[in-house]
């Protein structure tokens, strides 16, 4: 079946712009992750999704970043202002949740590559 | 504080020669631990899992890893390596304690390379 997609697979913008990435999951997979991955390190928790409600924001850096999953399906990240700072592949991930997140494997997306000029 | 280390950036081995990627983690309980492999442009591929039951787990493509709980290690191993296996592996742990969340904490990475 088909997996975890993400749109764009590339974004360039300029310092202090806008962004959205978007994140559809799996398909019937209750729960949604968000990780930002910089070069040469380890993917970095950003934020946990339970159906509609993030069950988990600890991991956004700043105000500047958002996310919502309205329906529960597809989920949007959103970085507002824009810093040269930002600039990473931002991974999403989702998982079934049967048996309870702490258990679950987290399937990933191929990522978006943000660059901010 | 939850963290895991993978010592070694880089990891050679010839073609049909044992692997170990090696992995260590500090977590305050027991914890679930995962091994991931990244190939170059292309998302995190999971591996394998330990959440409990017997130590040596098995995972795809012939891998598979040892929970050690009295040196809190999960190193990963493959009897005989394949040039196809050179790619970017991540760990990555959860503490069973965190609640009902599902977040990862990811170790830096390390690049096997296998030669021919």
Redesign the interface.
């Known amino acids: 079946g088909a997996g975890v997609s993400q749109t764009p697979s590339n974004k360039v913008t300029e310092k202090g712009k806008y962004v959205e990435l978007r994140c559809d999951p799996i398909s019937g997979h209750t729960a949604l992750y968000w990780y930002r991955q910089s070069l040469g390190q380890g993917p970095e928790f950003l934020i946990y999704f339970q159906g509609t409600g993030a069950a988990d924001d600890s991991g956004l850096p700043n105000d500047r970043f958002f996310a919502v999953r309205p329906e529960g399906s597809v989920s949007t990240l959103k970085i507002q202002r824009t810093e040269r700072g930002d600039s990473a592949v931002y991974l999403c991930a989702s998982s079934l949740t049967v048996a309870g997140p702490s258990t679950d494997t987290q399937y990933f997306g191929p990522g978006t590559r943000l660059t901010v000029l | 504080a939850q963290s895991?280390a993978q010592p070694e950036d880089q990891v050679n081995v010839a073609e049909g020669n044992p692997l170990t990627v090696k992995c260590t983690y500090s977590v305050s309980g027991n914890p679930?631990l995962?091994w991931?492999v990244q190939y170059p442009?292309?998302?995190?591929?999971?591996l394998l899992?330990y959440?409990t039951g017997d130590n040596l787990v098995k995972g795809s493509y012939g891998f598979e890893a040892e929970f050690n709980k009295s040196q809190t290690s999960f190193h990963l191993k493959k009897p005989s390596a394949l040039v196809s296996d050179s790619a970017l592996y991540?760990c990555?742990v959860?503490d069973?304690r965190?609640g009902?969340?599902?977040?990862?904490?990811?170790?830096?990475?390390t690049t096997l390379q296998v030669k021919p």
Do not use: D, H, W
Request: proline letters at 0%.
């Open positions: 895991v679930y995962f991931y442009n292309r998302g995190l591929q999971f899992k959440i991540f990555a959860r069973r965190s009902n969340t599902g977040k990862l904490i990811f170790g830096q990475g």
